[in-house]
């Protein structure tokens, strides 16, 4: 069984962030109603059910805002009895630029402060990243308003390919890991670079 969490901050006022394209991930996995169910409020976060192939996956998108997501995270893990190494988290990336993925197993935080609180909750940075870049303002102090920002309709043309990349390939997860799965959606983005 994989838990796949997509970072963000509940609500409409969020809902086209920079910071919430984990959800916005989430949701292109969770596009099939043949494979998972509506989700549920449940586990203080929003949680879909259904399956990968013959793969069984919890689609997570934690109500928490950003900055306690490890909450719904640990909940859910330990509800479940889900291992850090069956964990991946979708999350932005303010050093990669824009439609740029990659995947790693554990590692620091980088001041991201949705996985700062993952690893405090569950006790371990040994859960999968990817990470999805949105690029940097620049200035260290316009981060903030940056990341709690709207994509920019230039933004629009990567970002629909970046969630028809992480829905068509969503079965490379379960099938061969998840580095399989980031490059299947690297590869899928070259074109736009």
């Given at each position: 069984?994989?838990?796949?969490?997509?970072l963000?901050?509940p609500?409409?006022?969020y809902?086209?962030?920079r910071?919430?394209?984990?959800?916005?991930?989430?949701?292109?996995i969770?596009?099939d109603?043949?494979?998972?169910?509506?989700?549920?409020?449940?586990?203080?976060?929003?949680?879909?059910?259904?399956?990968i192939?013959?793969?069984?996956v919890?689609?997570?998108?934690?109500?928490?805002?950003?900055?306690?997501?490890?909450?719904?995270?640990?909940?859910?893990?330990?509800f479940?009895?889900?291992e850090a190494?069956?964990?991946i988290?979708l999350?932005?990336?303010?050093?990669?630029?824009?439609?740029?993925?990659?995947?790693?197993?554990?590692?620091?935080?980088?001041?991201h402060?949705?996985?700062?609180?993952m690893?405090?909750?569950l006790g371990?940075?040994?859960?999968?990243?990817m990470?999805?870049?949105?690029?940097?303002?620049?200035?260290?102090?316009?981060?903030?308003?940056?990341?709690?920002?709207?994509?920019?309709?230039?933004?629009?043309?990567?970002?629909?390919?970046?969630?028809?990349?992480?829905?068509?390939?969503?079965?490379?997860?379960?099938?061969?890991?998840?580095?399989?799965?980031?490059?299947?959606?690297?590869?899928?983005?070259?074109?736009?670079?």
């Open positions: 069984m994989w838990l796949v969490v997509g963000g901050n609500g409409s006022k809902e086209r962030n910071h919430n394209v984990g959800f916005m991930a989430v949701d292109a969770a596009n109603p043949a494979s998972f169910s509506p989700f549920k409020a449940k586990f203080q976060g929003k949680l879909s059910e259904g399956r192939g013959s793969t069984k919890l689609l997570l998108k934690p109500e928490t805002y950003m900055n306690n997501s490890g909450q719904s995270v640990a909940a859910a893990a330990n479940y009895k889900i190494k069956h964990i988290v999350h932005d990336e303010l050093d990669l630029k824009p439609g740029e993925v990659r995947v790693k197993k554990g590692g620091g935080n980088a001041g402060n949705g996985l700062k609180s690893q405090a909750h371990t940075p040994d859960f999968w990243r990470r999805i870049g949105i690029g940097h303002p620049g200035e260290k102090d316009m981060v903030s308003n940056y990341v709690l920002s709207d994509f920019a309709k230039a933004d629009q043309t990567w970002l629909d390919a970046l969630l028809q990349g992480v829905d068509k390939y969503a079965a490379n997860l379960t099938d061969d890991g998840p580095e399989s799965f980031g490059k299947a959606v690297s590869d899928f983005m070259r074109p736009l670079e």
